[in-house]
Every structure is written in C-alpha cells, then in structure tokens.
C-alpha cells in the first residue's frame, strides 16, 4: 500500500529558533493530513490539519504547508520551546478511496529543542 | 488524553497467554482504533470500528481480535498466535470515519 514518509529522522534546534519538519506522502489521492506530537510514553496529541484544498492552515505558534504539487506536507513551529521536544509524525488519509477512515502513520521526527 | 482511557498503562504476561487491552471513550464517538507502535517506528493499524457491533481489520491483524459491544468500549485481545506482541499499543476514536483521530495514553504490553 501507499505509505507517508519523512525526510529527517531528527532534528535539533536551539531554544527560540523556529522549526520545520518535512513529511513526503505518496498517495495523490490523500485529501486529508494530520500532524501529531508524541512525547515518550505517551499517545499521539493532534497539533494540527490541513484538507487538500488548501495551502496553508495557521494555529498558535504552528503552521502547516501543503504542496499538492510535489506531495509535500511540512510542520513549522515558530520560536521552539523545550517543551516541543517530542516525535513529530504526520498522517494521511484518502476520503475516498477504499482505505477511507484509515489513517497511514509516516516513521516520526524527533525534534530536540536546546536551552 | 480527550476522554479515552487505557488500562493499565503496563502489562506484563508470560508467553503463550491471551491479554486483553481495555479502551474506554466517553466522547460519544462511533469510530474506534487499535494501534502498534514499536520503538522508533510510526502507528500501525490493527483492527477498526466504524460503529457498534461492526469492526474491520487493518494492516497487521493477525494475531489479534476485537470487539464492539458498546460504543464507548474497544478491548483488544492480543493472543498466543501473535508472534511478537511485546510493544506500545494505542487506542484512539473519531466522532466519524477519516476525521480527527484523539489517542488514549497507551498500554505498554511484555510479554515474558
């Protein structure tokens, strides 16, 4: 089956820069993108989404891109704080297509924020 | 965790034993979802409910079964057929279908 992949397995960044984690998806079809935060031992927190017919969403401190065109979905957080130190994954899902309802998990980053 | 409770957090069996994996959600949402993850690695769907009484497989089925008996409820029941079930399990819901997963805290399950 199609999958979602990313292409950092890691980042680092000091305290305050801004952060952006990159997540290549292969499916052309997936109209529907979720970016989570998971940090150790615990499950899956929603950051944010973004529907295929847009560009650009905003939240606080956080915004997602999407280019449609070379299936490229990416995450920037804006002045990183230690405590978005977690594994950043994103998610895809094809409304309707026959996986529908079926979320396909990319590998995760793990983002590392410095004092 | 938005109204989705796991329990326990740690289980340890030995191996050859059924487990069962409690998932309890008081969101009122028809959908339900079992996951894998193991260490460094993404989720893995195991099975899904798309309402009461109805439950499909995911990816990595085998070895596993489900039920649906209430809408809040979602047990996972990791069997003596499943090879390699030492791993980080996670149960989530969506008010439907395709929308916006919440995730319980998760059981971390070793098996002896």
């Known amino acids: 089956g199609e999958s979602v992949g990313l292409h950092l397995p890691t980042l680092s960044v000091q305290e305050g820069d801004n952060s952006i984690i990159n997540c290549a998806y292969s499916?052309?079809?997936?109209?529907?993108f979720i970016w989570y935060k998971q940090e150790s031992g615990k499950g899956p927190q929603f950051i944010i989404d973004?529907?295929?017919?847009?560009d650009k969403r905003q939240g606080q401190r956080v915004t997602v891109l999407l280019n449609k065109t070379v299936k490229h979905l990416s995450l920037q957080i804006a002045a990183t704080q230690p405590g978005d130190s977690a594994v950043y994954f994103c998610?895809?899902?094809?409304?309707?297509?026959?996986?529908?309802?079926?979320?396909?998990f990319g590998q995760g980053t793990i983002l590392t924020v410095h004092p | 965790d938005g109204g989705i409770t796991q329990s326990p957090k740690y289980l340890f069996r030995k191996e050859g034993q059924n487990v069962t994996l409690s998932c309890e959600q008081n969101l009122n949402h028809d959908a339900m979802y079992w996951y894998r993850q193991d260490p460094g690695q993404g989720l893995r769907l195991i099975y899904y409910?798309?309402?009461?009484?109805?439950?499909q497989k995911g990816d990595i089925a085998e070895g596993y079964s489900v039920s649906r008996e209430k809408k809040e409820s979602f047990p996972l029941t990791v069997t003596s057929a499943q090879k390699n079930p030492t791993a980080f399990y996670l149960c989530?819901?969506?008010?439907?279908?395709?929308?916006?997963?919440?995730f319980g805290p998760g059981t971390r399950l070793t098996v002896l």
């Open positions: 989530a819901s969506s008010a439907l279908l395709g929308n916006e997963q919440f």
């Open positions: 499916n052309s079809a997936s109209d529907y």
């Open positions: 973004i529907r295929s017919n847009m």
């Open positions: 409910s798309q309402i009461v009484n109805d439950f």
């Open positions: 998610a895809e899902n094809e409304s309707g297509g026959t996986s529908y309802g079926k979320l396909t």
